[in-house]
Antibody, heavy 118, light 108 residues
Framework: QVQLQESGPGLVKPSETLSLTCAVS????????WNWIRQPPGGGLEWIGYIYNGGTTNYNVSLRSRVAISVDTSKNQFSLMLSSVTAADTAVYFC????????????WGQGTLVSVSS | SYVMTQPPSVSVAPGQTAKIMCGGN??????VQWYQQKPGQAPVLVVYDDSDRPSGIPERFSGSNSGNTATLTISRVEVGDEADYYC???????????FGPGTKVTVL
């Protein structure tokens, strides 16, 4: 059974960089799309981006200038970095898996709340 | 970018049928996914590719998609179905994954 688990600081200062990791268990990382999705308090879901097969990335155009997703297949994990954060980046951040061919997000982590505040 | 609309809320009595609409320009030609999210939990896929159900999802959950509207139907609604429901598609013009704003289903 595939499981995803997010980890990282729960509090980040404005203008700094948010950094999260998603540990993947029960599955190899090849041939799947590994995504980050966020949800502000009381709000809806926003897709942030994905990494595929260790190198191909695609980011939401609204965040493209500030976001980077990387993968460490030796540790079976992938990471999110979001720079120059503001209070608007306060959200629950989820990692999620998707199979190729525009399949749905079939497995999600439990989510981790990141607050941006001084 | 592709925009979808959903009613903010739907109320339904136990045992009745809930229909949750997801509107979008020519959404009928896209593949629509539906996710259920209960408070404090991650979303769970309940319908994919318009009308297919993942294993473990009750047959009470069904989906359809035509024209400018996709619909998630929950038959014989139970108290445990109370949740937020999000539709989701892939926007081919941007290669982005887009979610609808969500609908809160309240079981009276």
């Amino acid at each position: 059974q595939v499981q995803l688990q997010e980890s990282g600081p729960g509090l980040v200062k404005p203008s700094e960089t948010l950094s999260l990791t998603c540990a993947v268990s029960g599955a190899y990382m090849t041939n799947y799309y590994w995504n980050w999705i966020r949800q502000p308090p009381g709000g809806g879901l926003e897709w942030i981006g994905y990494i595929y097969n260790g190198g191909t990335t695609n980011y939401n155009v609204s965040l493209r200038s500030r976001v980077a997703i990387s993968v460490d297949t030796s540790k079976n994990q992938f990471s999110l970095m979001l720079s120059s954060v503001t209070a608007a980046d306060t959200a629950v951040y989820f990692c999620a898996r998707r199979a190729p061919s525009r399949a749905p997000f079939d497995t999600w982590g439990q989510g981790t709340l990141v607050s941006v505040s001084s | 970018s592709y925009v979808m609309t959903q009613p903010p809320s739907v109320s339904v009595a136990p045992g009745q049928t809930a229909k949750i609409m997801c509107g979008g320009n020519n959404i009928g030609i896209k593949s629509v996914q539906w996710y259920q999210q209960k408070p404090g939990q991650a979303p769970v896929l309940v319908v994919y590719d318009d009308s297919d159900r993942p294993s473990g999802i009750p047959e009470r959950f069904s989906g359809s998609n035509s024209g400018n509207t996709a619909t998630l139907t929950i038959s014989r609604v139970e108290v445990g179905d109370e949740a937020d429901y999000y539709c989701q598609v892939w926007d081919s013009t941007t290669d982005h994954y887009v979610f609808g704003p969500g609908t809160k289903v309240t079981v009276l």
